[in-house]
């Protein structure tokens, strides 16, 4: 394994060094991304460089593209997720930090025929914080929300 290891990184590099539109997209993304599609059953699959990347990426996307939309996001969600929300155009409530009334209050006032989108960070990275994710899957299942952590 380290031999193949070694070889591997002396042929490929040890990674793309950069996002794909820096650094472009190797061969081996596009073949790792066709066997996570099939191993999924889906039609495709999409590799991140980073976690920062996949937030942004995938909630500018599902809230962008989701006709209507509306997202709750707590007030202490990471950079990313904020930046990923700000660029999919959604209309945006904030619920207070780990708050379930304050988040229930909210998602209770929706146009309950929308969709709608509760994002938070399960351990929140900047405090340490657990969400309490059973209760908000409650909300979540009360409302015909769906979840992002």
């Given at each position: 394994?380290?031999?193949?290891?070694?070889?591997a990184?002396?042929?490929?590099?040890?990674?793309?060094?950069?996002?794909?539109?820096?650094?472009?997209?190797?061969?081996?993304?596009?073949?790792?991304?066709?066997e996570?599609?099939?191993?999924?059953?889906?039609?495709?699959?999409?590799l991140?460089?980073s976690?920062?990347?996949?937030?942004?990426?995938?909630?500018?996307?599902?809230?962008?593209?989701?006709?209507?939309c509306?997202?709750?996001?707590?007030?202490?969600?990471?950079?990313?997720?904020?930046?990923?929300?700000?660029?999919?155009?959604?209309?945006?409530?904030?619920?207070?930090?780990?708050?379930?009334?304050?988040?229930?209050?909210?998602?209770?006032?929706?146009?309950?025929?929308?969709?709608?989108?509760?994002?938070?960070?399960?351990?929140?990275?900047?405090?340490?914080?657990?969400?309490?994710?059973?209760?908000?899957?409650?909300?979540?299942?009360r409302?015909?929300?769906?979840?992002?952590?």
């Amino acid at each position: 394994v380290l031999e193949a290891m070694k070889e591997a990184i002396d042929l490929f590099g040890a990674g793309s060094g950069g996002s794909r539109n820096i650094g472009g997209t190797n061969h081996y993304h596009v073949l790792l991304e066709k066997e996570l599609a099939d191993l999924h059953g889906k039609e495709e699959a999409l590799l991140f460089s980073s976690g920062y990347t996949a937030n942004d990426g995938s909630l500018t996307i599902l809230a962008g593209r989701l006709d209507g939309c509306v997202v709750f996001s707590d007030e202490l969600n990471h950079a990313s997720i904020i930046d990923g929300l700000r660029h999919s155009g959604a209309e945006k409530h904030i619920f207070r930090h780990n708050d379930v009334e304050h988040l229930e209050k909210l998602i209770a006032q929706a146009d309950p025929t929308r969709p709608k989108l509760i994002v938070l960070e399960s351990v929140y990275s900047m405090s340490g914080d657990l969400a309490p994710l059973a209760e908000i899957a409650e909300v979540a299942q009360r409302h015909d929300a769906m979840t992002f952590l």
